[in-house]
């Protein structure tokens, strides 16, 4: 089993930045691909970014391209995400994700591993 606690969250003004962080315990293991997802109210969790064992592929949703940036330390086990010129639509808990088992990353049921969530709340 691994565990994944995210923290960073919080109220930010829109045009503001946050850093989340995640770090991962238990059964770690570098080589898994990990990510964040994001769930707004009364909407669908939704992928957000991820990035591959060694740091050297990013993949990131659409509405997020160009703000956020993901990356990792192996050496900490964990993740952070760099979310910058935020947006009230960006509210939402953000979830640390772990070991993609399929090639839709996209799809929240092909990770095996989540975070509890950490709330973002973006004010205008």
């Known amino acids: 089993q691994v565990q994944l606690v995210e923290s960073g969250g919080g109220l930010v003004q829109a045009g503001g930045s946050r850093r989340l962080s995640c770090v991962a315990s238990?059964?770690?293991?570098?080589?898994?691909?990990v990510g964040w997802f994001r769930q707004a109210p009364g909407k669908e969790r939704a992928f957000v970014a991820l990035?591959?064992?060694?740091?050297?592929?990013?993949h990131y949703g659409d509405s997020v391209k160009g703000r956020f940036t993901i990356s990792r330390d192996n050496a900490k086990n964990t993740v952070y995400l760099q979310m910058n010129s935020l947006k009230p639509e960006d509210t939402a808990v953000y979830y640390c994700?772990?070991?993609?088992?399929?090639?839709?990353?996209?799809?929240?049921?092909?990770?095996?591993?989540w975070g509890q969530g950490t709330q973002v709340t973006v004010s205008s």
């Open positions: 994700v772990a070991q993609l088992r399929d090639i839709n990353y996209y799809d929240r049921t092909n990770w095996n591993y």
């Open positions: 990035v591959n064992w060694n740091g050297s592929n990013m």
């Open positions: 238990g059964r770690t293991d570098s080589s898994y691909a």
